[in-house]
């Protein structure tokens, strides 16, 4: 739940850059959003044994590294959004959450079992 949260979150930063010309300050924190959402896709896209996933995002992730981060031309910075953006919406429709298995209660009787 709270990868999904995340995406939509990153989404939602992604539309703001790609609607609105942000000052640098914006750039930094939209860079930390979508540096920690890319994070969490590739150890969701890991579990999942999804590998092409891993690498997208890492990419993501390496592009949108705040420590990284260089000066590029605006229409280059709305491409990459863009792109990202279409990355995220996929991945809410590709990478599901798996659900969580209970563990059995040795206190559980089940149907096969006999008593002693």
């Known amino acids: 739940m709270p990868t999904i949260i995340m995406k939509y979150v990153s989404i939602a930063a992604l539309l703001t850059a790609v609607l609105w010309s942000a000052p640098l300050d914006y750039r930094v924190l939209l860079s930390f959003v979508i540096t920690i ?58 990478l599901k959450n798996q659900p969580i298995l209970s563990i059995a209660s040795i206190t559980d009787r089940t149907p096969g079992s006999e008593s002693l």
């Not at 995002?57 to 260089?70: D, H, K, V």
């Open 37 to 94: 959402s890319a994070v969490a896709v590739i150890t969701q896209a890991a579990h999942a044994h999804k590998y092409a996933w891993v690498v997208l995002f890492a990419g993501i992730a390496t592009i949108f590294n705040p420590i990284l981060t260089g000066a590029l031309p605006r229409p280059v910075y709305l491409w990459i959004d863009v792109a990202c953006l279409a990355a995220f919406t996929s991945s809410l429709l590709v």
